[in-house]
Structures are given as structure tokens and as C-alpha cells.
């Protein structure tokens, strides 16, 4: 994993030939933030594959607007605010990886997004929370599905929601943890309702972090 802060005040657009990269045409009426996010993340990634032996001076978009990954590396890239990261591995041991950064969510943000974010069995959970705490649950739960769609995704082609997953109870005060994510709907053939996964959750200070990784497809030989 790489991870990077940068600062959009400071961004124009001489830091992508000074990192040897191409302003992509996709990009060019974006906004500055825009810009600046997509540099940073692509940056992240290409430190990321650097420590894995594997040098690319850019990395293209697929039509649906995913990474195009150099095989036989697999990642994911996030940003927020002002903190991008990329975590990325090699097949056959990573099949699919997800990352996800977010700002906390404040209490009340927390409790308007919550019905959209958690299945009713997250919301039992949290019930007896204090606002704090909830907002917590919350933005993580909201990151650790977000991970596990860009773990997924790219394996199934089948678009999932919020509520097509959930995650099994975790302490969300803990500076960092595990917790156990289970999907709700079948995706494919080999990830079928049920199918658990591990997801990896961190206190960054003013952000939420987490990462989802697959190995082995299951029913694969």
C-alpha cells in the first residue's frame, strides 16, 4: 500500500509533466480537486506496483472507468479531501483489493445517511450507540462496503449496493481492526449469498481507511 496527503490550493496542472504523467483528455475540463486527486492516486499506485518490481510510468482507464492494471498486478486507489492511497497486489495470491478513505461523518450526516448506508440488522446494532459512536459505525460500514465493491467489481461485473451486504459487528472506537464482511445478494456463480470476507479498518485521524482483499475465488479449482 502507498499512501499520500497533497494540497488542492497548492495544485496546477506542470505536477503532472513534473511526474511524468500525461494530463488524460477524460480530464481536461475537470475541476482542479478532480485533477489533483486523480495525480495523487495514480501516483500512490505507481509507488505501490514500484515496491512490487513492477514499473509503469502511467496507468490508463477501462470504458468503465476502472484501473487498467498491468498484469498480473491487481488494486484499488482512493482519495478524499486531501489524502489519496492505493493498495495493490499480484495474482494468483490477490484475486481482488479494495480501498476506501472517507472523512468521518459527523453525527447528524451519520444519522440522515444511516438508513441508506446500513441493512436493519446493522441499524439493531448501532441502536443503543451514542451519536458519536454511531457516526463512527457509520462511516466505516459506508468505507468497508465501498472497499468491498472495488474488491468485487471487478471480478463479477455485477453492480451492488449498500444494502447487498453487511458487516459483522466490530468495535468502530478501536484505532484499528478486522471485521468480517457477508454478502446479502449473489453476485456470480462463485460469490454467492453468504460468502464472507475479511475487511481491515484504521483511524487515519481525520479519516476513515479500510481495505478489502480477496485470494482465492471460491468454487475455483
Known sequence: ?????????????????????????SLSRAVTKRRAEYLAGRL?????????DIQVNALGSLPDRQVDWPTPSRGAI???HDLAAALVGTAPDHQGLGIDAERWLTP?????????ILTPREQDIIDAFTPE???RAITLTFSL??????????LTGTRFYFHDAWVDTFDATAPAGQCT????RALSASWQPGTRLTGDFANMGAHALTAVMTGAIPGAA
Open 133 to 135: 459512536q454511531r457516526a
Open 78 to 80: 482512493t482519495h478524499a
Open 1 to 25: 500500500m502507498s499512501l499520500t496527503t497533497f494540497d488542492v490550493q497548492r495544485f496546477d496542472d506542470s505536477a503532472f509533466p513534473f511526474h511524468g504523467m500525461a494530463l488524460p483528455d
Open 108 to 116: 447528524e450526516r451519520a444519522d440522515y445517511l444511516a438508513s441508506s
Open 181 to 184: 464482511l457477508v454478502l446479502a
Open 145 to 154: 462496503k465501498e472497499s468491498l465493491f472495488k474488491a468485487l467489481y471487478p
Open 44 to 52: 500512490c499506485a505507481r509507488h505501490a506496483l514500484a515496491a512490487l
